[in-house]
């Protein structure tokens, strides 16, 4: 059974940044999609990030596309969010998600397999 356990979550002031990391286990981890979700007090769980099985391919939510940054090391069986220039609207609980396929890109979060319990993103103002 696969299992995500996120880190790296916490609070930081507007302008900051924060590395969210997100392990994987009970699976061929270079088999799997994965992507980051995030989701606000009464909003839609919404795309941030996703790469594809080989790390070769990316897409972003247009929120944050030139501020964050999703990457994979498959050796370690991780998948990585760089957040820069981060605003109080980024505030969120943040899930990892994976899915067993090599097609990319998988947008929505319904078509995602396995989530992670989630992190806590706050950003302050």
């Known amino acids: 059974q696969v299992q995500l356990v996120e880190s790296g979550g916490g609070l930081v002031q507007a302008g900051g940044s924060l590395r969210l990391s997100c392990l994987f286990n009970?699976?061929?981890?270079?088999?799997?999609?994965m992507g980051w979700f995030r989701q606000a007090p009464g909003k839609e769980r919404e795309l941030v990030g996703i790469?594809?099985?080989?790390?070769?391919?990316?897409n972003y939510g247009d929120s944050v596309k030139g501020r964050f940054t999703i990457s994979r090391d498959n050796a370690k069986n991780t998948v990585n969010l760089q957040m820069n220039s981060l605003k109080p609207e980024d505030t969120a609980v943040y899930y990892c998600?994976?899915?067993?396929?090599?097609?990319?890109?998988?947008?929505?979060?319904?078509?995602?397999?396995?989530w992670g319990q989630g992190t806590q993103v706050t950003v302050s103002s």
């Open positions: 790469i594809s099985w080989s790390g070769g391919s990316t």
């Open positions: 998600a994976a899915r067993r396929t090599y097609y990319f890109p998988v947008l929505k979060a319904a078509d995602y397999e396995y």
């Open positions: 009970g699976g061929t981890f270079s088999s799997y999609g």
